[in-house]
């Protein structure tokens, strides 16, 4: 398998503008030329979208758009965790030899039709992310004495990193209290335990290890990936455990050689705030059923390094957009360019990105 | 990088059945597994569905309804070649070793969206299918004298191979004169002229080297692959030749060191009676402007060597199935399986599938 790093990335501003896809696409991909040595578009071999959105054919479009004539092109759509899906396709292209050079967008708007699971109205109100994380809230609580103050820590944390991040989408800062006290929307979760969907888009760039080092003094490798689909409903969940991240991160640090301990930072999918604890608990990275006072001591000692950026309910979720964005933070932080929400030092990152329930599960391990 | 194999296939019945896309995708799938050796639901590592349809995180949700967990599962839209980009991803994800076994299922409902090219409503009539068609047809005639009754040729030879296709859309015999006298459509284009919007779903199992052997005793290697996306639009079109098919077809003679003389069977992607003839010719199968006369000494002579199950206008265009239902066709001839559409003894076939005005192509050689 060829080695495979990421040579490059950018950002957009999260917001609510009413623009359409392509263009928000395209604002990532010039950043990302403007921010990376030495690319030009004959270097690309494929250009891959991640999106949600209906419209069709984006991935040749945004080419032709940009200049750029790709041997490879299409999207990838898997609700939330597009932009990771399409990242490791992207790998593939090139640990197999199809390809040495990719480039990824992702992007969503915020009305965006992935933000309700359509395809079984059977399901009732659950097709509505809020009430999946409701019951896994009321689990977590029970099984484990999970209090309120814990989950608003993830949010107050989150929110205060994202004070940082100058493209979040939310960027206020809001004490524990404020949180616990926000508008009540179900039994156990609070509108500031959410993340809010918005419009966005973040690039990165891929390459293998003979042409890396033409765009970058400091690639960042994937050095593991793990992926896991256990369903698409909720018939195989443990309501306090996510199965498709265990599995998916077992398998992320067997290939990488690497384990929990070796994480320096970590981009977490906290769709909500529960989500937060329960997959820091299914990575291995607290121990399962400790994670709430892991995010409180974290936010006490000012502590950045899981979800420096602000996470999705710090800087938004613009579904298609949130993998590749975690993606290029964590490569940022492992090159030490975050600036004011740089962690210390750090060698080794992880992404953790999810859809539908927690159903799949992408976990990826980044090396310096 | 590790060989990939075709070790089983399924398709269903093309119609204009109004059913939910799942519920075409899983009809593909069951037959996979009953007309496939020692296929349990463990052995999938890979379930990618290809479609336009506009409902999320398919992959899943067959899946799911299926009894697999793969590792990977995502959807992959690229208009008309959603089908062999699908193919090729899960080519991808095998030979870079991230995965063994992978399930590949195209669908499309006969209403389908991707059947207009919404992007840039600018280019007006043009987002529909037939007016670029009808300029390729025009400049194919002036440039190289091609005439009504060649075009027929395409569209009798395809009506006629369906009719050995039980699972063909439209299976009628049609006379030369009888597609001449069609209803007229535009200046150069009649109804039979044009292949025809349908639902219907096709299935793929891929397999590594190493495990193939116990799915099927007559693997098929997909030995080469070319992909090219020139645009998204006219802007680099020579209208009497397929620039991303040229360049598509040339890296896939090269990775599988085959030529155009050694393809004893080819699934040619003839959404329109020219497009069979410019992808002869851009293919190196016929040479620049004689593809009219070989199309016309093939049904003379009653030759099916070229779309044997009857192409998209004889089979019908369901157009994320599209691309799967040509791998399964090749793959079938390959071993000798096609019954009364079965070609003599070929050894080495080709699949050309392409989207939008033929602006991306995929070009596949497979080989028994």
Excluded at 48 to 67: C, F, W
Excluded at 146 to 172: F, G, I, M, W
């Amino acid at each position: 398998m060829n080695k495979v790093a990421i040579t490059g990335y950018s950002d957009t501003k999260f917001s609510s503008d009413d623009i359409p896809i392509e263009s928000s696409m395209i604002s990532a991909v010039r950043l990302l030329f403007e921010q990376t040595s030495n690319l030009g578009q004959k270097d690309i071999d494929v250009v891959l979208t991640s999106t949600n959105d209906n419209k069709k054919y984006l991935a040749p479009i945004v080419s032709e758009l940009s200049g750029i004539a790709p041997k490879i092109s299409h999207n990838v759509e898997n609700l939330c965790s597009s932009g990771t899906n399409a990242a490791v396709s992207a790998f593939s292209y090139i640990a197999s030899g199809l390809a040495d050079v990719a480039l990824v967008v992702g992007a969503e708007r915020f009305d965006s039709p992935g933000q309700v699971l359509q395809w079984d109205d059977s399901r009732g109100e659950f097709k509505h992310p809020i009430f999946w994380a409701t019951m896994f809230t009321k689990a977590h609580k029970r099984k484990f004495g999970t209090t309120n103050e814990q989950l608003a820590y993830v949010s107050a944390k989150n929110h205060r990193n994202a004070l940082d991040n100058p493209n979040a989408y939310n960027p206020k800062k809001y004490t524990v209290e404020e949180i616990m006290n926000s508008k009540k929307l179900t039994d156990d979760l609070r509108l500031l335990d959410c993340s809010r969907p918005c419009t966005g888009s973040s690039a990165i760039l891929l390459a293998s290890e003979k042409i890396a080092k033409k765009f970058t003094d400091m690639p960042v490798w994937i050095s593991g990936i793990g992926q896991k689909t256990t369903s698409a409903s909720f018939t195989k969940n443990d309501l306090t455990s996510i199965e498709s991240t265990k599995i998916a991160a077992h398998e992320a640090f067997t290939m990488s050689k690497t384990s929990p301990e070796k994480i320096d930072v970590a981009e977490i999918h906290d769709a909500f705030t529960v989500c937060e604890l329960m997959v820091l608990e299914d990575t291995g990275i607290a121990q399962k059923g400790k994670a709430g006072q892991l995010v409180s001591d974290l936010y006490n000692t000012n502590n950045k390094k899981i979800n420096p950026r602000g996470g999705l309910i710090g800087a938004g979720h613009p579904l298609g957009a949130t993998g590749i964005s975690q993606i290029a933070e964590i490569t940022r932080q492992l090159q030490g360019k975050s600036g004011k929400r740089q962690t210390e030092n750090p060698k080794t990152g992880l992404v953790q990105n999810m859809s539908a329930a927690a159903t799949s599960s992408t976990v990826l391990i980044l090396e310096s």
